[in-house]
Structure formats: C-alpha cells, structure tokens
C-alpha cells in the first residue's frame, strides 16, 4: 500500500525540527516505516543546491533564478526519493516542500503564483502532500527562538516585513485547503504541538479503501 506524505512548515524558529523529531518516533512506534527529508536538500544534488542558495557570503541571487533553483531540489528530490519511498509503503515527513515556495517565493519575492503552479505541476510532478502541519508563530517570536544560533543565513538576512508576508501567504494558503493543512499553534510548547499534530494525523492511520 502507497505510504502517505507528511510535510511540515512554517516560519524561522518555529519549530519544524523539534516537531519531525517527536512525530518520526510517534509513527514509529506505531509500526510504520518513515522517511525524513528536508527541502531544499535530500539529495546529493539538493543538498548542493541548499548551500547555494543559504550561503549569505555569495553574489545576490534573482528571485527568478531563487525559485528555479528550489524546484531543481524539489524535482530531484520527488523523483529519486519521496515517491520511490511512497511507492514502497513507508511514510515521508518532510521539512519543508512546494508550499514554501509559494509562501517565500510568492509571497515573499513576489513571484507570481501561476508560475510556481507550473512548477509545481512539471517539475515536482504535482505531487500533493496528503497532509500538511503549518506551525504558526508571530514573526519577532520565531526571530527570538532562532537568535544565537549559527550566523544567519541569506534568507534569514530579509526583513521583518519579507516575514510578514511569508506568514500571510502560508495561511491563505491553510486557509483556501483546509482539508490538506492543519494549523499548529507553534507558540504552545513542544508537548503540546506534538499532541495536536500527532491528533491531525490519526485519521490517516487508518488503511484506505
Ligand atoms: N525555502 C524557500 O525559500 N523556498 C522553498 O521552497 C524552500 C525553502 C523549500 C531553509 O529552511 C530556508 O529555505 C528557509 C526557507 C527557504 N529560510 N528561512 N528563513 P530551513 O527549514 O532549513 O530553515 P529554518 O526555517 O530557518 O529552520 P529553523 O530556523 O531551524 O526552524 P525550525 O526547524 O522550524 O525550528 P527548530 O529548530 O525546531 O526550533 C528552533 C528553536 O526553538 C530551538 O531552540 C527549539 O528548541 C525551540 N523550540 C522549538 N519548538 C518550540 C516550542 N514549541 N516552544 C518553545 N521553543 C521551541
């Protein structure tokens, strides 16, 4: 039986790893096979492509070449990894996937949305996630979390209102599918997401028809 496709996102220091974490040994334990990956990266190529684009040391990078080169991850990574696993029965979680897109390329760089459509429907085969957790914070919230880590990165370098406008386009979107996306209320504690993300995705714990 196909495994299911679990993405997880959301802004800067909201939690996604913390979460992966907790739900990779929740499904385990319940006797699934899982797949944890990560965008862009999970790949050779992918992850050469994440240095690329994360490296705040190199010369600025278009928004056009941006998105081409997260949807190059993406493609490689949808083909020889994520639905070779599905295909297999095991269960992917991924840190990140195409809703990211939208939400900094869209809505961040102001992309246009139709052109990640395209995207999305070549290069990652329009493959849709069967649920999404979108972990939700107030911008400055997310910031504080992530301060004293490692240097920021060239993305994380963008504005306050770069955020902002992440964030709005990750709940329209929650917003237009709600069936697909669970909202997550990341300024709970860790516990706390765990159980409500963990109560999303029961339901599809149960065999299909
Ligand atoms: N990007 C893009 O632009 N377009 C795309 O298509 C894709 C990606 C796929 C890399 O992503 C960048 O790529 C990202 C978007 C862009 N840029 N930004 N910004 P990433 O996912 O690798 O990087 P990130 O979003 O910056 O991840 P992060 O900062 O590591 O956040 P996180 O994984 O969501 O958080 P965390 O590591 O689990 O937690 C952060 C801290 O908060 C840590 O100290 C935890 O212990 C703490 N924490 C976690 N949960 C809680 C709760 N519930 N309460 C209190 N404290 C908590």
Same mark, same amino acid.
């Given at each position: 039986?196909?495994?299911?496709?679990?993405?997880?996102?959301?802004?800067e220091?909201a939690?996604?790893?913390?979460?992966?974490?907790?739900?990779?040994?929740w499904?385990? @334990?319940?006797?699934?096979?899982?797949?944890r990956?990560?965008?862009?990266g999970?790949?050779?190529?992918?992850?050469?492509?994440?240095?690329v684009?994360?490296?705040?040391?190199?010369?600025?990078?278009s928004? *056009?070449?941006?998105?081409?080169?997260?949807?190059?991850a993406r493609?490689?990574?949808?083909r020889?990894?994520?639905?070779?696993?599905?295909?297999?029965?095991?269960?992917?979680?991924?840190? =990140?996937?195409?809703?990211?897109?939208?939400?900094?390329?869209?809505?961040g760089?102001g992309?246009? *949305? &139709?052109?990640?459509?395209?995207?999305?429907?070549?290069? &990652?085969c329009?493959l849709?996630p069967?649920r999404?957790?979108?972990l939700?914070?107030?911008?400055?919230?997310?910031?504080?979390? &992530?301060?004293?880590?490692?240097?920021?990165?060239?993305?994380?370098?963008?504005?306050n209102?770069?955020f902002?406008?992440?964030r709005?386009?990750?709940? @329209?979107?929650?917003? &237009?599918?709600?069936?697909?996306?669970?909202?997550?209320?990341?300024?709970?504690?860790?516990?706390?997401?765990?159980?409500?993300?963990?109560?999303?995705?029961?339901?599809?714990? *149960?065999? =299909?028809?």
């Open positions: 039986m196909r495994g299911r496709f679990i993405t997880l996102e959301g802004g220091g939690g996604k790893s913390t979460l992966l974490a907790g739900l990779e040994a499904l385990r @334990a319940q006797g699934l096979a899982v797949l990956t990560r965008e862009p999970g790949t050779a190529l992918g992850e050469a492509l994440r240095v684009l994360l490296d705040a040391a190199r010369a600025p990078i928004a *056009e070449a941006e998105l081409l080169l997260m949807f190059a493609a490689e990574l949808v020889s990894v994520i639905q070779p696993a599905l295909s297999a029965g095991q269960w992917v979680l991924s840190d =990140r996937y195409t809703d990211a897109s939208y939400a900094y390329q869209g809505g760089r992309q246009p *949305e &139709a052109r990640i459509r395209g995207l999305e429907q070549w290069a &990652a329009d849709q069967d999404t957790l979108l939700d914070l107030p911008v400055d919230a997310g910031r504080a979390r &992530a301060l004293g880590r490692d240097p920021p990165d060239r993305i994380e370098r963008e504005s209102a770069f902002e406008r992440v709005a386009a990750y709940r @329209a979107r929650a917003q &237009a599918e709600p069936t697909r996306f669970t909202v997550l209320d990341a300024s709970a504690s860790p516990q706390t997401v765990l159980d409500a993300a963990c109560a999303s995705l029961r339901p599809l714990l *149960e065999p =299909r028809a």
